[in-house]
């Protein structure tokens, strides 16, 4: 089994179902895409973990 085989195995066409992207794309376009949620949701904890310190900054500010 070559590589790229392996990573259709690993990436099949239904594994997302709801997405069209995922389910209409070549398998260089789901890795692409992968990548690109992957790019997305780090951002988002980022932006959670900037959110909470934030916050624990205004309510240890405020108990002084």
């Known amino acids: 089994m070559t590589e790229l085989d ?29 990548l690109t949620m992957y790019e997305s949701a780090t951002e988002e904890v980022k932006r959670l973990e900037s959110d909470v310190t934030d916050l624990l900054y205004d309510i240890h500010k405020g108990n002084q």
């Not at 195995?9 to 992968?34: I, Q």
Request: no cysteine; aromatic share 10%; hydrophobic share 40%.
């Open 6 to 34: 392996q990573i259709n195995k690993a990436l099949p066409m239904d594994l997302f179902p709801g997405s069209k992207d995922w389910t209409e794309g070549s398998t260089l376009e789901r890795v692409l895409w992968l």
